[in-house]
């Protein structure tokens, strides 16, 4: 797959018009998710994933977004969350994320959208950030984590933020 | 007393001695069931659980659809195909009376072929060795007309226990519907056992129930199997779906239809 534009381009002889600069953006998105395929190592600490999964704090804006997307984060297929009550189709599998960031600490939150069978090994809830262990991975996420360790913190930064509000 | 009664009544009786030749006939309907399995007397068909408006939609033929399939099936059904130059009509002659019940107790041992069939199967096996056609690919239109109108002459009537002979079928089905699978790591059961009637996103999780397939579903705008259904809640588990009309599909499909042992049978159906 080294192939240039214009090498590409050679093989026709009219210009490709739009479909260059697609397949050049295809082949960029490629290499991003080849780049997010590896799951790099990380210590659990007590229960924790103490550290950041990428050695920097995540956003939290960026991490609400994953979070209300149903086909990035799929937070919302399962859990409820009052907090974003401008998605109306949420789930009630599990339990509403709304105050989530007071019942956990930082390290924790980790840990649960990392592996969340360590918790508990029948969980229904999917591990975020594990390629191992799965049988008969559709091929187009085979090797890959569902989020990568970049959007894991930041929907962990997103949880933190999300404080029970006393009445 | 309905037919789906009497099966529960007779699973309800199923210690009594004097039930032996009920048991043998229905000793697969009669194992034990295993702990996640849902209670006889709880299961709820997909219709149960959807709205209003498309259960009116099923329950209404001029409303229904698949009706348009139906109709297509019924045409298929007399005419003439392959090099043996034969219609179904030739060997089966009335649907309704020789089709009936035939889809209640489908995916069916065909000790010929040695493998188990279902409706579909059994229709390419029809075509290829009777008719001399050749087999119509998986969703193909007539496929889907000549299947849709094979079940609806079981409409109403009870899911049969599988026989004795489709015991390690049934066996193998279920051992898929409890694998998990995907890069979402769920199974079957975990949805349509431990949590159906909760709600995935904005849909109820229905107990995942074949009595009504062929169906039409309002989200396909058109009539789909039952393997098409499975496919699309594999790729929902992010897992590999098996090819159309394999092995896996058919045991799946086999161990749907013990597990709905009783239920009555809707097809054509009408599902959100």
Partial sequence: MNRTPSGLRSHSQKPAGTL?????????????????????????????????????????ARGRAIVANRQVGLCLLCHSASIIPEEQFQGDLAPDLAGAGSRWKIGELRLRIVDAGR????????????????????????????????????????????????? | MTAARRIFHILHAASLPA??????????????????????????SGYDTMGRDTRAMQDDDTANPATLWLLDGEALWSKKEGAAGKACADCHTDAATSMKGVAARYPAFNTKQNKPLDIEGRINNCRTEHQQAQPLPFENKDLLALTAYVARQ??????????????????????????????????????????????????????????????????????????????????????????????????LEAFLMWRARGMKMESPAVRP
């Fill in chain 1, 20 to 60: 260059v600069p697609g397949l050049v953006a295809l082949l960029a998105s490629l290499a991003a998710a080849q780049a997010q395929d590896r799951v790099k190592p990380y210590a659990v600490v007590r229960e924790a994933i103490p550290l950041s999964l990428t050695g920097k704090p995540g956003d939290p």
């Fill in chain 2, 154 to 251: 079981s409409r109403g009537m009870a899911i049969a226990p599988p026989p004795e002979n489709m015991q390690p079928v049934v066996d193998q089905g279920r051992a898929i519907f409890e694998k998990r699978q995907g890069q979402l790591n769920l199974s079957c059961a975990q949805c349509h056992d431990d949590n159906w009637g909760r709600k995935l996103a904005g849909s109820a999780i229905p107990q995942g129930h074949p009595n009504g397939y062929p169906l039409y579903r309002l989200e396909w705008q058109s009539v789909g199997s039952l393997q098409r259904r499975l496919r699309n809640c594999l790729i929902g588990m992010r897992a590999e779906g098996y090819a159309l009309g394999s092995p896996e599909y058919v045991a």
């Fill in chain 2, 19 to 44: 039930c032996a030749a009920a048991i043998c006939i229905l000793s697969l309907a009669a194992a034990p069931l295993r702990a996640g399995d849902i209670p006889l007397n709880q299961r709820q």
């Fill in chain 1, 119 to 167: 918790f508990n090994a029948n969980t229904i809830m999917p591990a975020y950030y594990k390629t191992g262990g799965l049988t008969r991975v559709g091929s187009s996420f085979a090797g890959k984590p569902i989020l990568s360790a970049e959007q894991i913190e930041d929907v962990v930064a997103y949880l933190a933020t999300l404080r029970e509000v006393k009445k």
